[in-house]
T-cell receptor, first 115, second 112 residues
Framework: NAGVMQNPRHLVRRRGQEARLRCSPM?????VYWYRQLPEEGLKFMVY????????ESGMPKERFSAEFPKEGPSILRIQQVVRGDSAAYFC?????????????FGPGTRLTVL | GENVEQHPSTLSVQEGDSAVIKCTYS??????FPWYKQELGKRPQLIID?????GEKKDQRIAVTLNKTAKHFSLHITETQPEDSAVYFC???????????FGDGTTLTVKP
């Protein structure tokens, strides 16, 4: 049973370009979460999605950032017109909701470097 | 929204000693509290979790306690080993709301 997959693992972009990060949840999981981690800092929640729905995007910057989780295919986190401050590790996690609670399993992360 | 505070930010212990990391949360609706271990350059991995209907849970050298009244929970690692060195994150979530709020992490160093 494959775990959460993310690609690319490393992404280098120049200022002003677009970054597109992909996340494939664990098999059977229909809930995806994106987090950003700056060097030597904690995990900051960005967005929570279910298939075809954004449930909570309270941690997402209002401009340049968007996320989707289509009916088919991976979840995508898109950052338009990247700036140096966007350089970070972006982790996604997936979960299978149960009545007793849920556990989030993390992918290996995408390390974005903006030159 | 939920606010999670984690202490200490760094912790250094001698091999074989115990380590305790504490977290407090603000939202009384939170009902699920996982702990993650993150080694340098790797993904956070779940090491133990506790739900609000339980006060304590143990898995070999790791235990977690929860005090719902005081809104705090703690991670206890006994007989620490150098491979326990990592950053540990606590989190609190309301399973109805979906998202988890993470603490800022504790860097644990176990000296041989």
């Amino acid at each position: 049973n494959a775990g959460v997959m993310q690609n690319p693992r490393h992404l280098v972009r120049r200022r002003g370009q677009e970054a597109r990060l992909r996340c494939s949840p664990m098999k059977g999981h229909s809930h995806v979460y994106w987090y950003r981690q700056l060097p030597e800092e904690g995990l900051k929640f960005m967005v929570y999605l279910q298939k075809e729905n954004i449930i909570d995007e309270s941690g997402m910057p209002k401009e340049r950032f968007s996320a989707e989780f289509p009916k088919e295919g991976p979840s995508i986190l898109r950052i338009q017109q990247v700036v140096r401050g966007d350089s970070a590790a972006y982790f996604c996690a997936s979960s299978l909701r149960t009545s007793g609670g849920y556990t989030q399993y993390f992918g290996p992360g995408t390390r974005l470097t903006v030159l | 929204g939920e606010n999670v505070e984690q202490h200490p930010s760094t912790l250094s212990v001698q091999e074989g000693d115990s380590a305790v990391i504490k977290c407090t949360y603000s939202d009384s609706a939170s009902n699920y509290f996982p702990w993650y271990k993150q080694e340098l350059g790797k993904r956070p991995q779940l090491i133990i979790d506790i739900r609000s209907n339980v006060g304590e849970k143990k898995d070999q050298r790791i235990a977690v306690t929860l005090n719902k009244t005081a809104k705090h929970f703690s991670l206890h690692i006994t007989e620490t080993q150098p491979e326990d060195s990592a950053v540990y994150f606590c989190a609190a979530s309301n399973t109805n709301a979906g998202k988890s709020t993470f603490g800022d992490g504790t860097t644990l160093t176990v000296k041989p």
